[in-house]
């Protein structure tokens, strides 16, 4: 018969067991963009450096807690004896994704200057690269995989390097050459990033304990499809992730990522990839690997199809019906605006003369700063042209008279409300903002409004769609095939055979 004392000895037997075991050290490194690299504006050193950004130590640790970092210092810090040093890193850009081409400039010196602190840091057991896969460096063909092996090279080849992405990462197998582990977000809106993150820190801490042998393989799968036809709340792309949950559910230890691939990048490991992982079994995650490449390749017609796409001038003449019957709130969703500043939608609207329509947002720097500058604020006129400019993609600027509704600053941006003919709103910003829940939007009445005209492929899903918010939705795009496009073949691409990519060329497969 067992003993009060008993039970405490046990528990505390259980408990030295733990703590008996080598502490490990992990470096975390955080570097994320997704480059949209036909846009003409570069994203530079200064881009990445604003208040808060680069973060290092605890300050990166604690940055973006509902995401991927979130979900890894949570689980790593649920283990006894694991040290996660945060590495100087430098967050998103402040221009968001509304800026091109990273600067050789910027990846050497965020990089360099990474690569210097791991080297001065002493030894380290593990790696933890929080990254997203689509960033386009000038000079530097596929960034993720040369960060990877350049830690590689300062950590040697007993430490374990992990990495989370985004699916909209262009990837082959280089990365994972130089890195063990890599675990991709399944969902597009992104709903489990914070779930990528935990598993990464119990995968990478397994690893380093011995417990867990990685053994993958990497599958191109030659289909590239716009980001808008990737929503994976709807057929086919939600049994395309289903597939994966499944394979990971039947077998124990098996992992398996789908790199939906970012279009908008003239980059040379573009199109879906698909990778799998398991527990020293090479076999398992080629079986894996091969059923998921093979089940796209098959449904690689409704999956390019899956997104109903209308031009601008019909979306809001539908809209307009949407209204008139009562099916409101509407959603208009200019998804094809890669620079924020487009005004297509706008003159549409004007021009069709809609009402109670909320234009989130108008990127559009030059018109804050000069409201800034005229100290103007809530109830004054205004009378200015708003937004395009950019380039050929945004059109022209658009005459905007009407009554200042606000002035708000967060986060270290500006943002002007107008309102003007029948009850319509724009929201003016700095950068490309993508708005993905109406409630997220500060100092309106959301019930006001009828529509929502916005910039958004996928992500709006979240808090319009997914919430059960909006009655109508309606994809839109210009007559033009601009930059951002589901019509890829008029893209400008230089490192790209499209015609390699089902459906922009004969393929065959596998
Ligand atoms: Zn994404």
């Not at 003993?3 to 050290?25: E, H, N, Y």
């Not at 960060?147 to 699916?167: N, Q, S």
């Not at 006001?448 to 909006?470: N, P, Q, T």
């Amino acid at each position: 018969m067992l003993a009060v004392g008993d039970f405490i000895s046990l528990a505390l037997c259980t408990k030295l067991a733990g703590m008996t075991r080598q502490p490990i050290r992990i470096a975390v490194l955080n570097f994320a963009h997704e480059t949209v690299t036909f846009l003409p504006n570069d994203t530079t050193r200064d881009d990445f450096i604003y208040e808060g950004s680069p973060a290092r130590g605890e300050a990166l640790l604690a940055w973006d807690a509902r995401s991927y970092m979130g979900g890894f210092v949570k689980v790593a810090r649920e283990h006894d004896g694991v040290e996660l040093v945060g590495i100087e890193s430098p967050l998103w850009p402040k221009t968001g994704t509304g800026s091109g081409w990273i600067t050789e400039d910027a990846y050497e010196h965020f990089l360099g200057r990474q690569i210097a602190e791991l080297k001065a840091g002493g030894k380290w057991d593990g790696v933890y690269l929080a990254l997203h896969g689509a960033m386009g460096v000038r000079g530097v063909p596929k960034p993720e995989a040369d960060i990877a092996r350049r830690v590689r090279a300062v950590v040697g080849r007993d430490a374990f390097i992990a990495g989370t992405f985004d699916p909209h990462g262009n990837e082959d197998e280089e990365f994972l050459a130089a890195a063990d582990m890599a675990f991709t977000v399944k969902y597009f809106p992104h709903y489990d990033s914070y779930l990528q993150g935990e598993r990464a820190a119990r995968m990478l801490i397994r690893a380093i304990r011995g417990d867990y042998k990685p053994a993958t393989v990497t599958q191109k799968v030659p289909i590239l499809a716009p980001s808008v036809a990737q929503w994976t709340g709807a057929s086919p792309w939600m049994d395309l992730v289903q597939r994966a949950l499944t394979w990971e559910a039947r077998e124990p230890d098996l992992y398996v990522n789908v790199f939906f691939s970012f279009a908008f990048a003239d980059v040379p490991d573009l199109g879906m990839t698909i990778q799998a992982m398991s527990n020293g079994k090479p076999d398992l995650a080629r079986k894996a690997a091969d059923d998921m490449a093979a089940w796209a390749w098959r449904r690689r017609k409704d999956l390019l199809g899956a997104a109903k796409v209308h031009l601008i001038a019909e979306g809001v003449t539908l809209a307009k019906q949407a209204i008139e019957k009562g099916a409101t709130p509407v959603v208009l969703a200019d998804h094809s605006d890669r620079s924020g500043s487009a005004t297509w939608l706008l003159q549409e609207v004007i021009r069709q003369d809609l009402e109670g329509v909320l234009f989130a947002t108008i990127a559009d720097r030059k018109a804050i700063e000069a409201v800034k500058t005229k100290g103007l604020k809530a109830g004054d006129p205004f009378d200015m042209e708003v937004g395009g400019h950019a380039d050929e993609s945004a059109g022209q600027p658009v005459k905007v008279k009407g009554t200042i509704k606000g002035v708000m600053h967060g986060s270290g941006l500006h943002w002007v409300a107008v309102t003007f003919g029948r009850g319509n709103v724009v929201l003016l910003s700095e950068y490309l903002t993508q708005v993905m829940d109406p409630y997220g939007l500060k100092g309106f009445d959301i019930a006001e409004y009828k529509a929502f005209a916005i910039k958004s492929r996928v992500h709006f899903r979240r808090g319009f769609d997914d919430s059960g918010f909006a009655k109508t939705i309606l994809l839109v795009e210009p007559e033009q095939p601009f930059l951002g496009t589901v019509r890829l073949d008029a893209l400008p691409y230089k490192n790209v055979d499209l015609a390699k990519f089902y459906p922009w060329g004969e393929v065959s497969f596998p």
